[in-house]
Structures are given as structure tokens and as C-alpha cells.
């Protein structure tokens, strides 16, 4: 069974750090562009990171430049988010997602997604 899985979400007070991980399986995302992306209740699903095959171009929402940094690690078929200096305004859910079909595209045309990861900022 194809499956993006992340994992490493929870509940941390404004100015901690979270680490996101999201692995594949079933598949070899060592081939894809990805991207992770936060949705709000009652909002639509935006690209927080992406990155691509080779990790050497990524992007970023502006509301997390300087925050967080997007990372792979190919040979273990999995991609990072390391959020620092969380604010309540990063709650959501947050989703890896790969894009079948492009290495370089970032971002781009994601069609294979995870599940999610409640990630939640509050005191």
C-alpha cells in the first residue's frame, strides 16, 4: 500500500521547536519534489515548504522564512520540517505531500498526500 506517513506533531508553547517527519511507503520518494503544507479549520491548504529531489532549491510561505527549514534524506525515503520560534498562529494540520510528477518543480502540482499531523501553539 502507497503511503505518506508524518509523524512528530503535539502541543508546544509560542517560541518552542518541533521537528516533522514524514516517511513514504510503498514507494520511493527519492524521486518526487515535496512540499509540506498547514491547513486551518475552515481554510484552504497552503504550501508551508517545499523542496526538491536534489534538496538544492527550496521555498518557503513568508510567514515562516527564518522559522522553519525543509530537509531530506533520500536514502532513508523521508523529508523534514524543523520548525523554531512557533507562533499560534502555526496551528493546524500539517501534510507532506510529493509531487509525482516532477524532481524540480517547487513549488508544484502535488498529488499524493498524507494523512496529517496536528501541530498546536498555545500557553
Known amino acids: 500500500q502507497l503511503q505518506l506517513v508524518e509523524s512528530g506533531g503535539g502541543l508546544v508553547q509560542p517560541g518552542g521547536s518541533l521537528t516533522l517527519s ?16 498547514r491547513q486551518d479549520p475552515g481554510k484552504e491548504r497552503e504550501v508551508v515548504a517545499c523542496i526538491t529531489v536534489s534538496g538544492g532549491r527550496t521555498h518557503y510561505a513568508n510567514s515562516v522564512k527564518g522559522r522553519f527549514t525543509i530537509s531530506r534524506i533520500n536514502d532513508k ?19 507532506c505531500a510529493a ?11 502535488y498529488d499524493f498526500w498524507g494523512q496529517g499531523t496536528q501541530v498546536t501553539v498555545s500557553s
Not at 509531487?99 to 502540482?109: F, K, L, N, V, Y
Open 22 to 37: 514524514c516517511s513514504s511507503y510503498g514507494f520511493t520518494l527519492a524521486y518526487y519534489a515535496m512540499g509540506w503544507f
Open 77 to 95: 525515503n523521508s523529508i523534514y520540517l524543523q520548525m523554531n520560534n512557533l507562533k499560534p498562529e502555526d496551528t493546524g494540520v500539517y501534510y
Open 99 to 109: 509531487d509525482r510528477r516532477s524532481a524540480t518543480d517547487c513549488p508544484g502540482e
